[in-house]
């Protein structure tokens, strides 16, 4: 099992440009979740998704964030016109269902320049 | 609303000492409680997790935490800390239903020769 793996593991962006990160999660698992990461906020959950149908995006910046699960095996989160602001660890989780334990990834470091 | 304070953000303690880092936790019903360790660069791992019933739980290499309801809280302890557990060490909490988690800021764990 090759675990949670996201894709690329370092983005540098310019200030204005976007950028899309991408998770595939364990096989087998029906809830995908992602979380940022932030020296001052810590670890922040934005949205999630069952069986590929989001659930909960109230973690989510209203504007410039998306994510979509086209298909179980794959998620992505876009940034839209990246802000310096959005830098951060962006982390990628699946589980095999609520409640349980979640598997990370090892993150997506985002710079915007 | 539901919250997770570590209120030690660095703990440091000789090799071989024993070992506990705090966690408590704010929860309006019954909680699903995780702790997990991120070394650098990488992302969380889980150590171990509590699901109602036995209020002690054990985890991978030597890791144990209790639950404890009258106080809220859900420690973790270590008989005898080796210098491979330098790490930041994060106590988390499901909310159930949705299944996502909430964090504390995390305890960063120093191990002295």
């Known amino acids: 099992n090759a675990g949670v793996i996201q894709t690329p593991r370092h983005k540098v962006t310019g200030k204005g440009q976007e950028a899309t990160l991408w998770c595939e999660p364990i096989?087998?698992?029906?809830?995908v979740f992602w979380y940022r990461q932030t020296i001052v906020q810590g670890l922040e959950f934005l949205t999630y998704f069952r069986n590929q149908a989001p659930i909960d995006d109230s973690g989510m910046p209203k504007e410039r964030f998306s994510a979509q699960m086209p298909n179980q095996s794959h998620s992505t989160l876009k940034i839209q016109s990246t802000q310096p602001q959005d830098s951060a660890v962006y982390l990628c989780?699946?589980?095999?269902?609520?409640?349980?334990?979640?598997?990370f990834g090892p993150g997506t470091r985002l710079t915007v320049l | 609303a539901q919250s997770v304070t570590q209120p030690d953000a660095r703990v440091t303690v000789s090799e071989g000492a024993s070992l506990q880092l705090r966690c408590k936790y704010s929860y309006f019903g019954t909680p699903y409680l995780f702790w997990y360790v991120q070394y650098p660069r990488q992302g969380l791992q889980l150590l171990l997790k509590y699901y109602p019933g036995d209020p002690v739980v054990q985890g991978v290499n030597g890791f144990e935490a209790e639950f404890s309801k009258s106080n809220s809280s859900f420690h973790l302890r270590k008989a005898s800390v080796h210098w491979s557990d330098w790490a930041v060490y994060f106590c988390a909490v499901s909310t159930g239903n949705t299944g996502k988690l909430i964090f504390g800021l995390g305890t960063t764990l120093q191990v002295q020769p």
């Open positions: 989780a699946s589980s095999s269902g609520l409640g349980v334990e979640q598997y």
């Open positions: 096989s087998g698992h029906s809830a």
